[in-house]
């Protein structure tokens, strides 16, 4: 059965940091793009960040770009999303998708 | 940035009924590799994303065969050809053609 669990959410202050991570099984990680989508409350799914099987190329669109950082270490088949400099607006449900499959998802709260 | 444009907003339906819903995307997403990455996915209350349809009309394994999904370049459809009790939630397409991956802004399927 082919899980993804999602861990690392929480509440954060503006500009501050957080590594959410993401354990895959069931599926040969190692052969996968990984990516990152997110869903701010009561809103639609947004895409965060995606990275090649081999970790070797990373996507960002504008609203994350430069502020977060995705990496995956495929002999612990996991997935990371480092967020810096955190905003109100970022907000939301973060799931992790093989993109066929999602996680439950973890909440960040970014706010004082 | 390709604007997925999903109607109608909201659909009202009883069991057996069919439903149809349509995505219109803002440039086509026919890819270099001869393939386009059109899909659907379903969000049941509470629940994370699930996966129904990939590249405009494969279902899934696990998904009914009484969910189809249609079109071409910069139009699609996904219908139900009888909705049952567990179809209801928020049916989203996205598409993995062009960077940013972009997603409708979601169709809320209700039973009556």
């Known amino acids: 059965e082919v899980q993804l669990v999602e861990s690392g959410g929480g509440l954060v202050q503006p500009g501050r940091s957080l590594k959410l991570s993401c354990v895959a099984s069931?599926?040969?990680?190692?052969?996968?793009?990984m990516t990152w989508i997110r869903q701010a409350p009561g809103k639609g799914l947004e895409w965060v960040a995606s990275i090649t099987n081999t970790g070797g190329s990373t996507y960002y669109p504008d609203s994350v770009k430069g502020r977060f950082t995705i990496s995956r270490d495929n002999a612990k088949s996991t997935l990371y999303l480092q967020m810096n400099s955190l905003r109100s607006e970022d907000t939301a449900t973060y799931y992790c998708?093989?993109?066929?499959?999602w996680g439950q998802g973890t909440l960040v709260t970014v706010s004082s | 940035d390709v604007v997925m444009t999903q109607t109608p907003v909201s659909l009202s339906l009883a069991i057996g009924q069919p439903a149809s819903i349509s995505c219109k995307s803002s440039q086509s997403l026919l890819g270099t590799s001869g393939k386009t990455f059109l899909n659907w996915i379903l969000q049941r209350p509470g629940q994370s994303p699930k996966r129904l349809i990939y590249q405009v009309s494969k279902l899934y394994s696990e998904v009914p065969d009484r969910f189809s999904g249609s079109g071409s370049e910069t139009e699609f459809t996904l219908k139900i050809s009888r909705v049952e009790a567990e179809d209801l939630g928020v049916y989203y397409c996205?598409?993995?053609?062009?960077?940013?991956?972009?997603f409708g802004s979601g169709t809320k399927l209700e039973i009556k």
């Open positions: 996205w598409q993995g053609t062009h960077f940013p991956l972009t």
């Open positions: 998708t093989s993109p066929a499959y």
């Open positions: 069931g599926f040969t990680f190692n052969n996968y793009w």
